[in-house]
């Protein structure tokens, strides 16, 4: 277990990652700063998510207040083709980026890094996603009822294209909810020194 007074300091403005490490009991409070989020155009897909992650975390270090915080950031992308489906700018993109998906199966990858003033963990978790075929009807329905711009991909695994358009998943749930919990547990201990 974690040390009573030891508390996180989630930079992020995700509900998702919110309700996640409050359903795993974990203490945090949020505390955020806009980002912008560039990385060189010669990275690996596959390392984005952790590299942004990191980007966030020397940008944020400053809110830690005492030795009993350890920093959380994240960012997840959506990478298929070695191509990086980021968040939508629009709703032309949103159904662009959706048909691309659309019968396919594409990988999930959420970075995090965990920061104190003196130590820094940077991690990855990677899952497969297994879409059904979307029609444009679906689709349009989809970004009507959920609007997904802030999401990766455009799209929720936690909402109606998750349950019903999902044909299975490899990996965990939380990591393409978009926060692996468990590595996130792993990593606390690990740099809390436990």
């Known amino acids: 277990m974690l040390p009573k007074n030891l508390q996180i300091v989630l930079a992020s403005k995700s509900p998702r990652r919110s309700e996640l490490l409050e359903r795993a009991g974990l203490p945090f409070r949020i505390q955020t700063k806009d980002v912008e989020?560039?990385?060189?155009?010669?990275?690996?897909?596959?390392?984005?998510?952790?590299?942004?992650?990191?980007?966030?975390?020397?940008?944020?270090?400053?809110?830690?207040q005492n030795e009993n915080e350890i920093l959380l950031?994240?960012?997840?992308?959506v990478v298929l083709d070695n191509t990086i489906f980021g968040k939508p700018t629009d709703r032309a993109h949103a159904q662009?980026?959706?048909?691309?998906?659309?019968g396919r199966t594409h990988t999930v990858v959420t970075g995090i890094c965990l920061k104190t003033p003196?130590?820094?963990?940077?991690?990855?978790?990677?899952?497969?996603?297994?879409?059904?075929?979307?029609t444009d009807e679906e689709?349009?329905?989809y970004i009507d009822r959920y609007?997904?711009?802030?999401?990766?991909?455009?799209?929720?695994i936690q909402e109606w294209i998750g349950l019903c358009k999902v044909?299975?998943?490899?990996?965990?749930?939380?990591?393409?909810?978009?926060?692996?919990v468990?590595?996130?547990?792993?990593?606390?201990?690990?740099?809390?020194?436990?």
Do not use: W
Request: glycine share 6%; charged share 25%.
């Open 96 to 102: 662009e980026t959706l048909r691309k998906l659309s």
């Open 182 to 194: 468990r590595l996130v547990y792993q990593g606390l201990i690990e740099i809390a020194g436990i």
């Open 118 to 134: 003196k130590r820094e963990m940077v991690r990855a978790a990677s899952g497969q996603v297994h879409f059904d075929v979307l």
């Open 147 to 156: 609007q997904p711009y802030d999401k990766a991909g455009a799209y929720a």
């Open 37 to 64: 989020e560039i990385y060189p155009d010669d990275l690996p897909a596959m390392e984005v998510a952790p590299y942004l992650a990191r980007l966030k975390a020397q940008a944020c270090v400053d809110f830690l």
């Open 139 to 141: 689709i349009d329905y």
């Open 73 to 77: 950031t994240a960012d997840s992308v």
């Open 167 to 180: 044909r299975r998943i490899e990996g965990t749930y939380d990591n393409i909810m978009g926060l692996p």
